[in-house]
């Protein structure tokens, strides 16, 4: 059966256990989509309970599998909604696909075919890359004639596919020509993420979505450098040195978020205010049960003042 976290049931949060997992964690990963905010409206009681767990000298990351964005972009949208987070607070899967190149070396004289948001793009040119693709393919079309040759460029040596609202057939088919024909070219997934948040009121397809269309047609498999892979977790050990039994990870997915934090020996906080409802947390057919539940991050905040 593996080991046994996968079948207990999870705890709900209560005056007991919230102790508990405050003197027993050192830095707590936040998810931000369905946790800090839906769309562009923040979740209550956010601001206060990250200031509360900062008053008492806990560690705070915000870790996204959303590549829409950069680390700096990010940093924005947290200041817009009056909290303060650092750029050096942020782990995007934008800027764990930037990382993962760097980390293995990759030639930078080659350049990287992006099919994804602007995120991606800013995230490589800071880590020394060039970008091709990404929103300036948004409008491009193909010409399916006799005799037509489709032109792409022999030195890409990467392709990132992340969420892409504009996702079309001329960003399908470079990416496609690019893994199946340029010599050694590897194929980088930022998340696999069914779907997501993107407004308040309902979920859209994720980017997970971008990346099966890649698949189909190159008949390959991705790296995937988001959650729930450990590659984004073994970057942010080596940044802050804190061992991962003293880091708590918070989200609102099970097979991301929650995962994430298993396979990585955290402990771990479901909150149901995104993407997991109470009934698919319970469902029998459900194999990945967090430590602990709650309804939202604030209840942290409820219960310690209740």
């Given at each position: 059966?593996?080991?046994?976290?996968?079948?207990?049931?999870?705890?709900?949060?209560?005056?007991?256990?919230?102790?508990?997992?405050l003197d027993s964690v050192e830095c707590f990963l936040f998810?931000?989509?369905?946790?800090?905010?839906?769309?562009?409206?923040?979740?209550?009681?956010?601001?206060?309970?990250?200031?509360?767990?900062?008053?008492?000298?806990?560690?705070?990351?915000?870790?996204?599998?959303?590549?829409?964005?950069?680390?700096?972009?990010?940093?924005?949208?947290?200041?817009?909604?009056?909290?303060?987070?650092?750029?050096?607070?942020?782990?995007?899967?934008?800027?764990?696909?930037?990382?993962?190149?760097?980390?293995?070396?990759?030639?930078?004289?080659?350049?990287?075919?992006?099919?994804?948001?602007?995120?991606?793009?800013?995230?490589?040119?800071?880590?020394?890359?060039?970008?091709?693709?990404?929103?300036?393919?948004?409008?491009?079309?193909?010409?399916?004639?006799?005799?037509?040759?489709?032109?792409?460029?022999?030195?890409?040596?990467?392709?990132?596919?992340?969420?892409?609202?504009?996702?079309?057939?001329?960003?399908?088919?470079?990416?496609?020509?690019?893994?199946?024909?340029?010599?050694?070219?590897?194929?980088?997934?930022?998340?696999?993420?069914?779907?997501?948040?993107?407004?308040?009121?309902?979920?859209?397809?994720?980017?997970?979505?971008?990346?099966?269309?890649?698949?189909?047609?190159?008949?390959?498999?991705?790296?995937?450098?988001?959650?729930?892979?450990?590659?984004?977790?073994?970057?942010?050990?080596?940044?802050?040195?804190?061992?991962?039994?003293?880091?708590?990870?918070?989200?609102?997915?099970?097979?991301?978020?929650?995962?994430?934090?298993?396979?990585?020996?955290?402990?771990?906080?479901?909150?149901?205010?995104?993407?997991?409802?109470?009934?698919?947390?319970?469902?029998?057919?459900?194999?990945?049960?967090?430590?602990?539940?709650?309804?939202?991050?604030?209840?942290?905040?409820?219960?310690?003042?209740?």
């Open positions: 059966m593996g080991d046994n976290k996968s079948t207990t049931a999870c705890q709900p949060l209560s005056l007991t256990n919230v102790n508990t997992l998810d931000c989509d369905g946790v800090i905010w839906k769309g562009d409206t923040l979740i209550d009681g956010v601001p206060q309970t990250l200031e509360m767990l900062r008053s008492k000298g806990k560690k705070l990351v915000f870790v996204t599998n959303n590549s829409t964005k950069s680390r700096k972009q990010y940093a924005h949208k947290f200041q817009s909604l009056g909290i303060q987070v650092t750029e050096e607070e942020i782990f995007s899967s934008s800027f764990a696909a930037a990382m993962y190149l760097k980390v293995n070396e990759f030639p930078p004289e080659k350049k990287v075919y992006v099919i994804g948001g602007e995120g991606i793009l800013e995230e490589l040119k800071l880590a020394g890359f060039t970008g091709l693709g990404g929103p300036e393919d948004a409008k491009k079309t193909v010409q399916l004639k006799a005799n037509t040759l489709f032109e792409h460029d022999k030195s890409v040596g990467a392709v990132v596919v992340g969420l892409d609202p504009y996702l079309n057939y001329y960003k399908l088919q470079y990416g496609t020509i690019c893994i199946r024909e340029n010599p050694g070219c590897i194929f980088i997934a930022t998340n696999r993420d069914a779907t997501g948040n993107m407004t308040d009121l309902q979920e859209w397809p994720g980017a997970g979505c971008m990346v099966a269309a890649v698949c189909g047609s190159t008949q390959k498999e991705p790296i995937v450098v988001g959650k729930p892979s450990t590659f984004l977790m073994d970057f942010l050990q080596k940044q802050y040195k804190i061992p991962t039994d003293k880091m708590c990870m918070v989200g609102d997915r099970l097979d991301t978020d929650i995962l994430f934090g298993q396979n990585a020996g955290c402990k771990t906080l479901l909150v149901l205010s995104g993407v997991t409802s109470k009934s698919t947390l319970q469902d029998p057919s459900n194999h990945i049960q967090p430590d602990i539940y709650t309804n939202q991050i604030s209840d942290i905040f409820d219960l310690l003042n209740s």
